[in-house]
């Protein structure tokens, strides 16, 4: 499918979600945290991530401050916004020097793909950031449903070939389990390296949907960023042929 399809059916799906993700933060929002909103983000989708030889989706945990969240806006100049926000980042000549990318530069690499930033896709588990933080409360536990069933319709359009989800962080833990159905057999998550890489297997995901430790985290265990980003990445290799 080529980039200018893919772009209309993502847009056609946040066209579809606003209303609700509006409705969800109106509703469970405090007076605090709909001062500082941000979001919700969306992809965009370049020509060389249609054409790549291993289409990678990458999905972190919430942007760390973004576009103002408008909750009054037109849904058509909501998407323009946001979307061009995506570009702008994607394809800044300065990328965040962080083990986040470091990781999504490295494992796009190791299938011979150049020019990480126009040829992999990226995208969150929560659509919103509350001044470049999770959102908590109401406002988390009621708004991660919407979000994930979002990530699973972006997921379904885009048809990576590899997923990677970016955290293990107990913060998410609860939701992405019982949105799969991890504790009623509905899915499972099997450890291929402790600490380091699990693989999910659900009707829901695509084939190969992994999730890792966050990059940053890997400079802390044994063996550092670079030693333990390698393992990560020559086990996914090893997994997706």
Same mark, same amino acid.
């Given at each position: ?137 109401? @406002?988390?536990?009621?708004?991660? /449903?919407?979000?994930? +069933?979002?990530? &699973?319709?972006?997921? $379904? %359009? ?59 985290? @890997?400079?802390?265990?044994?063996? /550092?960023?670079?030693? +333990?980003?390698? &393992?990560?990445?020559? $086990? %996914? ?5």
């Amino acid at each position: 499918m080529q980039a200018p399809s893919l772009n209309e059916q993502l847009r056609n799906l946040y066209l579809e979600q606003l209303p609700l993700i509006y409705q969800t933060i109106s509703t469970n929002a405090t007076p605090e945290q709909l001062e500082d909103v941000h979001g919700p983000f969306m992809m965009h989708v370049y020509p060389e991530y249609a054409e790549s030889k291993k289409k990678l989706m990458f999905v972190g945990m919430e942007t760390h401050g973004w576009e103002d969240c408008k909750l009054d806006e037109d849904f058509l100049d909501t998407h323009r916004r946001l979307t061009s926000r995506y570009e702008s980042f994607m394809t800044s000549q300065e990328q965040p020097n962080s083990p986040f990318w470091w990781f999504i530069n490295g494992l796009n690499l190791s299938y011979g793909q150049a020019n990480f930033n126009r040829t992999v896709l990226w995208t969150n588990l929560s659509k919103i950031d509350i001044g470049k933080k999770r959102p908590i409360g109401n @406002l988390y536990d009621h708004s991660m /449903g919407v979000f994930l +069933n979002i990530l &699973l319709k972006e997921a $379904a %359009i885009v048809n990576p070939d590899i997923l990677v989800i970016m955290t293990t962080s107990p913060r998410y833990r609860y939701h992405l389990n019982n949105f799969f159905g991890v504790d009623v057999g509905n899915a499972t998550l099997e450890t291929i390296l402790p600490k380091l890489l699990y693989r999910w297997t659900s009707e829901k995901l695509p084939i190969a949907t992994f999730q890792i430790s966050h990059p940053n985290s @890997l400079r802390f265990k044994k063996g /550092g960023f670079h030693s +333990n980003a390698n &393992l990560i990445i020559e $086990a %996914i290799n090893g997994l997706v042929k």
